[in-house]
């Protein structure tokens, strides 16, 4: 749009969220591999800051590039893009993993059993993303999907014995694809007799807890990739037991009605 260039357009800002993302890492990475430090910066900020801004543009339509990822309901609420990212600085597409803290497939068979069964689309992600960015409340867009979704669910649960109040407890990162997985994953938990306490950290709190035994799981390890400094930092210390979810996705986002096409074209 005009023909400034996209610089001028949004003041050299990236908009982006949490300092503790994967995604900012990989952003910053990708600032440097394509030559933008000198004029470009990456704000921080969190992921409800970044949408919010991101709807306040697009409803103008005005430029703006924020950290994106798949899945997310802005790619359903709103006509987006990737920048082409031809230097490979955001990776390939990636899983999101479950973690569980040493010592707890021993102690919670149970729970550990429907944690290593969880698994589910982008696409069950998205609806449940999608309800809670229309206003419903996380825990109870998860109670709709986990009800309208029990053949799924049943076989999560298939073989775990009944919690009978035993405690777990989840932790996550307030990030948009989280809230909607943590929740609903709870929501399976506690259907079959398992009482769930849900702790919201940022990203660093959230590996310490599961590494360090004081959270149980978390299903919002980004790897090999995003989360792979985590990953590595905490190697050991925590038990993976695989995708609970495959095909995500990282980048820099634009609206489409913005012409251009690749993150080459961010240089000045
Ligand atoms: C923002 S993605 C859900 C995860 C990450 O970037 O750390």
């Known amino acids: 749009t005009g023909s400034k260039n996209v610089g001028d357009q949004v003041n050299y800002e990236i908009t982006g969220i949490d300092p503790g993302a994967g995604l900012m890492k990989a952003t910053e990475k990708a600032m440097k591999d394509y030559g933008l430090k000198n004029d470009w910066t990456l704000k921080e900020g969190s992921s409800a800051a970044m949408t919010a801004e991101l709807k306040k543009a697009y409803e103008k339509k005005e430029p703006i590039i924020v950290t994106g990822w798949t899945p997310h309901w802005m790619f359903s609420k709103y006509d987006l893009k990737y920048l082409k990212d031809p230097k490979g600085s955001f990776g390939k597409g990636e899983s999101i993993h479950t973690l569980t803290r040493k010592g707890f497939k021993q102690e919670n068979p149970g729970a550990n059993k429907i944690l290593d069964q969880f698994f589910w689309k982008s696409s069950d992600m998205e609806d449940v993303m999608v309800k809670?960015?229309?206003?419903?409340?996380?825990?109870?867009?998860?109670?709709?999907?986990?009800?309208?979704?029990?053949?799924?669910?049943?076989?999560?649960?298939?073989?775990?014995?009944?919690?009978?109040?035993?405690q777990v407890s989840l932790v996550y990162v307030a990030w948009e694809s989280e809230i909607a997985s943590t929740n609903v994953i709870a929501k399976a938990l506690e259907q079959e007799g398992y009482k769930v306490k849900l702790q919201q950290v940022e990203a660093g709190p959230m590996f310490a807890g599961v590494a360090g035994g004081s959270a149980d799981a978390m299903v919002a390890a980004w790897l090999p990739t995003t989360h792979k400094d985590y990953y590595d930092k905490y190697k050991g210390k925590f038990e993976d037991l695989g995708p609970n979810l495959k095909g995500t996705k990282l980048g820099l986002t634009v609206p489409k009605y913005m012409d251009i096409d690749s993150i080459e074209d961010l240089k000045k």
Do not use: L, R
């Not at 996380?138 to 979704?149: C, G, I, L, N, Q």
């Open 132 to 166: 809670v960015q229309d206003g419903a409340k996380p825990e109870d867009a998860a109670e709709d999907w986990v009800k309208s979704h029990k053949k799924q669910v049943a076989k999560w649960t298939k073989g775990a014995p009944k919690g009978n109040g035993k």
